[in-house]
């Protein structure tokens, strides 16, 4: 994607309970017409070289998607570390030029269409350094840029680790932070990394895509 990088491997993380969402996959779950995960590749897939979808369970229910699917090499749900770890393992062993994967959540369907372009901008980009994306002063752990070659350490860690939180790993390398700006939008500002995490929040969201689609509509800039 960039003269200090390979190919890119971009991986939606849908490998958690849901549990503010009562259960299920919440990804699933139609927003505007089609579901919030099938919004999410969508928004990724332009953005890399390959896309995967990390889950649990049986891989039948996202057969819709026409995505690889990769569960967490990790038992017991270990958080979105495990599905850094298995997008990973994917790349290594499907690109093997691959020098880094990009993570999106998938209950987040408004994040930036420039995500990996902007991640994998910045200059005398190390082979090791992890890239994480911020906005209105908040660390979004699960949107980053994950070189390949830490796949050995993360493993490690995970295997050993007495907690699976994101900076608790991803704090002991060279990790950097970019800033994307706010969405202005007719009913205020959005946060570009607002996620879907209660039944409230989808509410919410759906509010959100009919200012955003009204105003492709009417051929206003987004």
Do not use: Y
Request: aromatic share 6%; glycine share 12%.
């Amino acid at each position: 994607m960039t003269a200090q990088t390979g190919p890119i491997v971009g991986c939606i993380l849908a490998g958690g309970l849901s549990r503010r969402m009562g259960g299920g996959d919440k990804a699933l779950l139609p927003l505007g017409g089609t579901s919030m995960l099938e919004r999410v590749a969508a928004r990724l897939r332009p953005q890399v070289d390959e896309l995967v979808l990390n889950a649990n369970g049986d891989p039948a229910r996202f057969a819709g998607l026409g995505l690889p699917v990769i569960a967490d090499e990790i038992e017991g749900f270990a958080g979105p570390l495990a599905g850094v770890c298995a997008g990973m393992g994917w790349a290594t062993g499907n690109v093997p030029t691959c020098t880094h994967i990009v993570t999106a959540a998938a209950d987040t369907p408004f994040f930036p269409a420039d995500l990996v372009a902007r991640l994998t901008s910045g200059p005398n980009l190390a082979p090791d350094t992890i890239v994480m994306a911020t906005s209105d002063g908040n660390r979004h752990p699960v949107f980053a840029l994950w070189p390949v070659a830490l796949r050995d350490d993360l493993a490690a860690w995970l295997g050993r680790s007495q907690t699976f939180k994101v900076m608790a790993w991803a704090g002991a390398h060279d990790l950097r932070m970019v800033n994307f700006p706010l969405l202005e939008t007719a009913d205020g500002p959005l946060d570009p990394f607002f996620n879907a995490n209660t039944p409230e929040d989808f509410a919410m969201a759906e509010k959100f895509l009919d200012i955003i689609e009204g105003r492709q509509r009417t051929g206003e800039p987004r």
